[in-house]
């Protein structure tokens, strides 16, 4: 039983030490969370906002992804990030625009929240020339 | 002996001048500072070193120095005064309508866990059967009764869809129904319903302006709100609006019997329900009214002599 608990711990270790910080994504939507796992659903462990800086982390310097998500560090917090919201480069918000008119809108913390909540949501869809 | 005589006597003479001269000019710089004013200085003629300071070049150095620094003035007053900005139109309805969303979160219901029914998909197969291509939109499954389908308005070419849940599951309406759904509510907003009736008077000048130095008008945003909430909850749609969704419809769909005869039979199907379920009695407010909508559609009899 003891050799086995060692031969896990043995096991576990590596895994948990090599998962690093690949590259750094910014957020790109207006606000959006952190979640536990890799769902849309999934509880939120963070509200973020737009051009926040994002570890993408990786073993070996590949990425670790789950369908959509990355698995991202963002402060004290690892959890998943939908792709799709990530860009390279730092975005031009919609905060960093107009930022007084966005300050006199008045969003409570729950708003934001809410905010966030509301792009895990939505469906979205593009019509293309085929 | 004679010569030395006169060297120290002249000498002895210049001392005294020139202390003379000293104790006048601290007598009267003494007498400046009494009064208040700055000691004496030999002032500088610059015309004398005009010519110098020209031939250094440093005279036009002086006015592009003073014209760099004129334009970063400028250009941090243009920055401050930017920061005052309001969306345009492009921008302006996107963000409010999904203000309005998050405000009325807990009312429509719409953050909960839900079954992907694939409708992004199905209503992108259906618009570009239809040739309508680069419309970018956003399904939102709502799980009220209240809210039964909708269209918001957005960015160019960028639409949000509600669609209630409880509703598409009552009517048990296939994915090419909701698809005729959505269209109908994309026509309304392609139209301009929904802004014409939520731009309230001052609205069109707020949008894309700038309030430095001026209160920022939280009344007109409450106003907008409302309109919002009367359009979506209370007043919707009238007959006129109606009618011209329900003949472009018609005029879009003759083409193809299959669309057509859905969208009839899903008409059809909500006439039904509005007749016979009581949760959803409200929908004749909304949209006037499937009734009439069937008439419009029906196909006219001509008498044959």
């Known amino acids: ?130 | 002996m004679k010569k030395a005589l006169l060297i120290t006597l002249f000498i002895l003479f210049a001392a005294s001048s020139s202390a003379q001269v000293v104790a006048a000019n601290e007598k009267s710089s003494k007498d400046n500072e009494e009064k208040g004013l700055e000691p004496m200085v030999a002032p500088v003629d610059f015309d004398k070193i005009k010519d110098v300071i020209q031939n250094d070049r440093l005279g036009s150095e002086v006015v592009k120095k003073t014209e760099v620094i004129k334009k970063k003035q400028q250009k941090r007053a243009v920055k401050k005064v930017g920061k005052y900005n309001i969306p345009d139109s492009d921008e302006f309805w996107s963000f409010f309508s999904e203000y309005w969303l998050v405000k009325n979160a807990t009312v429509l219901k719409w953050d909960f866990k839900k079954p992907d029914y694939g409708l992004d998909e199905s209503f992108k197969s259906f618009l570009e059967s239809l040739g309508i291509f680069e419309v970018r939109y956003k399904i939102l499954l709502v799980n009220t009764p209240d809210v039964t389908h909708f269209a918001l308005p957005s960015n160019e070419d960028e639409y949000i869809f509600l669609l209630s849940v409880p509703f598409i599951r009552t009517l048990d309406l296939s994915k090419l129904e909701i698809s005729l759904l959505l269209f109908e509510d994309y026509l309304r907003v392609k139209y301009g319903y929904f802004k014409n009736y939520a731009s309230v008077p001052g609205l069109e000048n707020f949008i894309g302006g700038n309030f430095y130095q001026k209160d920022f008008n939280v009344n007109l945003l409450e106003k907008v709100a409302r309109k919002y909430d009367e359009i979506i909850f209370d007043k919707g749609f009238n007959f006129q609006q109606q009618f011209n969704v329900t003949s472009r419809m018609n005029a879009m769909l003759k083409s193809n019997t299959k669309l057509w005869n859905g969208y009839y039979l899903m008409i059809g199907k909500i006439d039904n329900l509005v007749k016979t379920n009581f949760l959803y009695q409200k929908y004749l407010k909304i949209y006037p009214s499937p009734e009439l909508q069937l008439s419009w559609l029906r196909p006219k009899r001509k008498k044959v002599l």
Request: with cysteine; glycine share 10%; proline share 4%.
């Open chain 1, 1 to 130: 039983m003891r050799g086995l608990c060692c031969l896990l711990l043995l096991l576990s270790f590596p895994t948990f030490s090599s998962e690093k910080s690949v590259r750094v994504s910014y957020y790109n939507n207006l606000f959006g969370h952190i979640h536990k796992n890799a769902s849309r659903y999934s509880q939120s462990l963070s509200t973020i906002g737009c051009g926040h800086p994002i570890k993408i982390l990786g073993v070996k310097g590949e990425e670790i992804s789950s369908g959509e998500f990355y698995k991202v560090k963002v402060g004290p917090y690892v959890g998943f990030i939908d792709k799709k919201y990530l860009s390279s480069k730092k975005p031009t918000c919609f905060q960093d625009r107009y930022p007084r008119f966005f300050d006199n809108v008045g969003l409570s913390l729950t708003d934001m929240y809410y905010w966030g909540k509301l792009y895990d949501q939505y469906a979205y869809g593009r019509s293309t020339v085929q």
